[in-house]
């Protein structure tokens, strides 16, 4: 019924708006110029904390670092992360700084289309010019692989992706990450993970209609791809169920929770994928922001329900 | 102590257990294996505080949490998942079935390791803290770091404990993670000497094995 209504609100928009306006309207930002040179330690760390070494690269199938990964089941259709190795044909080789820069920020891949959100770049736009160049440095250590593992299975009419223009403007989040003045070091540092790089409102804030990312984050969702859930992290929930910084750190590094229990679903593959490789400084600093967050805004949003 | 008040007590004990495991009303072999993963779970629950380093380190108990997830692993878990009693209550994947022979192994390295911390058991729980050990967590990871000759990790700064090659996936993490072993070991380790290693290390791996099953063949989270 809601993949019926996912389609009926798209196709009227679609037939309402006119296909092709649609097709022509131009999206992003006016291209960036980055000249920095990267650090590929600090790429690779960052490639890590946010996610794209897990999702690009398909370990159960033990496909090679970041040739593809593991098809992402949903509601609209089946997301194959692509190869983001630097072969010239199936990866990226071709990319500069700045398609980096516009496809992570924005969305957007170097021909102009706009990527789907199953990618979540929305969480990506606060990376700063310099996080792009260390990721681009990093990338450029991957060895290429000729392959392409995967291709995208969407349902019409989610296939059509200019229909993702509607989408962005009407639903597109960015993430809110940058530092806050007169908040700690660790807590900014907490911020700019939990908000930005790990994406932890991917699966733990709840999504409307078309998939687009509830204002009021961090709730939980118990509808995930794959038949996974995600509890609610805001920090009120956390406290009640008997969390601390060290038993967030904790959990974050080896997947054991306070009430003994281990994760499964998606979390396990982020722990074991993600957040175990990170610098214990960074576990204890998404937990202090985790238990610290400001308080959720309670403004009725109108859009919340379709987007 | 009178019969009424034995009654009361038992019911509540009976009661306490049911509540426990009842929240989807499980009957039967469901039910028991649910029984067998709480027990696990409170095992585990009660080492973790110590495991994290915030409660003293007590052998005897290491030993009785070893003894309670060894207990319900391996044959004593896997003969609990009959062909046919997925789906309702249950929330073990169709995969248990599907993959029969990985589910067994995972339930098996389970009882190795739960049998191994047995064994760590008397093993300080902060290697760190051990000048003795030699096992030292960052001297390891110092080491581990070293063979990938060009990008040699720095001492600190983010990602310090990994190599590029072994951060975007491209070499596995193992020769980082093992790091609780000696180095002679590292390289192969096809069966880790348990009595040599800090119980928190079994303890953790214990957890991977957790899960990589958990992930695999538990729905929901």
């Known amino acids: ?307 | 102590m009178n019969p009424y008040r034995m009654t009361a007590i038992a019911l509540t004990a009976t009661m306490a257990a049911a509540v426990a495991v009842a929240h989807n009303g499980a009957t039967g072999v469901v039910r028991e294996r649910m029984e067998g993963m709480v027990a696990m779970r409170d095992a585990m629950r009660d080492l973790t505080p110590m495991m994290r380093g915030e409660a003293p380190h007590d052998p005897a108990a290491i030993a009785t949490a070893g003894q309670a997830i060894a207990k319900h692993a391996g044959e004593a878990m896997t003969t609990l998942f009959p062909e046919g009693t997925g789906g309702g209550a249950s929330f073990a994947k169709e995969a248990v079935w599907a993959a029969p022979q990985d589910f067994a192994a995972l339930a098996e390295e389970l009882q190795r390791h739960a049998e191994g911390l047995m064994r760590a058991a008397p093993n300080a729980t902060a290697p760190q803290t051990d000048a003795h050990s030699g096992m030292e967590m960052g001297v390891m990871k110092g080491h581990a770091g070293m063979e990938m000759g060009e990008a040699k990790p720095p001492s600190s700064g983010p990602g310090a404990s990994y190599s590029v090659a072994q951060l975007l996936g491209l070499e596995p993490r193992k020769a980082a993670s093992v790091q609780a072993m000696p180095a002679t070991q590292a390289k192969v380790s096809a069966a880790p000497d348990y009595a040599t290693m800090a119980a928190s290390e079994v303890f953790r791996m214990i957890g991977e094995t957790c899960a990589a099953c958990h992930g695999r063949f538990r729905s929901g989270s």
Request: aromatic letters at 8%.
């Open chain 1, 1 to 307: 019924m809601r993949g019926l209504l996912r389609s009926v609100i798209l196709l009227a928009a679609l037939t309402g708006g006119g296909y092709a306006g649609l097709r022509a309207w131009p999206i992003g930002e006016d291209a960036s110029r980055i000249t920095l040179d990267g650090d590929a330690r600090r790429g690779a760390y960052l490639a890590r904390a946010a996610g794209c070494v897990a999702c690009h690269t398909d370990t159960a199938a033990q496909g090679p670092a970041m040739s593809g990964g593991a098809p992402l089941d949903t509601p609209f259709g089946s997301f194959v992360p692509p190869n983001i190795t630097p072969d010239f044909t199936h990866g990226i080789g071709g990319w500069s700084k700045d398609d980096l820069a516009r496809a992570l920020r924005e969305g957007i891949s170097p021909d102009g289309q706009p990527y789907y959100p199953a990618f979540p770049f929305e969480f990506y736009a606060g990376f700063s010019d310099q996080d792009i160049a260390d990721l681009w440095a990093a990338l450029a250590t991957v060895p290429p692989v000729a392959e392409t593992r995967g291709k995208n299975d969407m349902r019409f009419p989610f296939s059509m992706r200019s229909g993702l223009k509607l989408w962005r403007a009407t639903a597109l989040l960015e993430a809110e990450s940058a530092p806050v003045l007169g908040r700690s070091d660790d807590w900014n540092r907490g911020r700019e993970l939990v908000e930005g790089a790990a994406h932890c409102g991917a699966c733990h804030t709840g999504r409307g209609l078309l998939g687009g990312l509830d204002a009021d984050s961090f709730g939980g969702n118990d509808d995930l791809p794959g038949g996974s859930a995600a509890p609610s992290i805001r920090a009120a929930d956390l406290k009640e169920d008997g969390w601390t910084a060290s038993a967030l750190a904790y959990a974050l590094e080896t997947g054991i929770t306070p009430s003994g229990d281990v994760f499964g679903g998606s979390m396990a593959e982020v722990v074991e994928q993600g957040t175990s490789f990170l610098d214990e400084a960074d576990r204890r600093a998404i937990a202090t922001y985790l238990l610290d967050a400001a308080p959720v805004p309670s403004d009725p949003d109108a859009l919340a329900q379709l987007r």
